[in-house]
């Protein structure tokens, strides 16, 4: 099991990887869509944390208008405005953190923290459909 780094990064290597596994077919659309789900989740990140700037800014000029005395009206509607982008933003993210994948293309070899070195590893792999599939190796 690979995480969404190394998916983002190294996504042709785990490609050939697969293809030298024969793999390709039953794998490839599994890494095609982290790919995507990924770049969808991270551009709904960046328009979340940009709105949260604005938002902080607009805040800051409500609060020096206000100690001056002046009227913050328009700028405390702005952002109001700027709240309600930002809910539905995260309302957007939520189904694609959702459906990001737990368990991804390839398979994870880990031994256990209390096993001695040079004992049997337990790895794990990601059947068709996300199942994680495990195996003594």
Not at 23 to 37: F, Q, R, V
Not at 119 to 134: F, K, L, N, Y
């Amino acid at each position: 099991m690979h995480d969404l780094r190394t998916i983002r990064e190294e996504a042709d290597r785990l490609r050939d990887a697969m293809r030298r596994r024969g793999a390709l077919e039953t794998y490839g659309p599994a890494i095609d869509e982290a790919e995507a789900l990924d770049r969808d989740r991270r551009r709904m990140i960046q328009a979340v944390e940009d709105k949260k700037a604005q938002r902080n800014a607009t805040t800051q000029v409500v609060g020096r208008k206000k100690k001056a005395g002046e009227d913050a009206a328009a700028e405390m509607e702005l952002a109001r405005g700027l709240g309600e982008e930002i809910a539905a933003l995260e309302a957007q993210l939520g189904p694609t953190e959702a459906r990001s994948p737990s368990c991804s293309s390839a398979s994870r070899t880990s031994r256990s923290p209390t096993s001695p070195r040079g004992t049997r590893r337990t790895t794990w792999s990601c059947a068709p459909g996300g199942r994680r599939v495990r195996r003594r190796a």
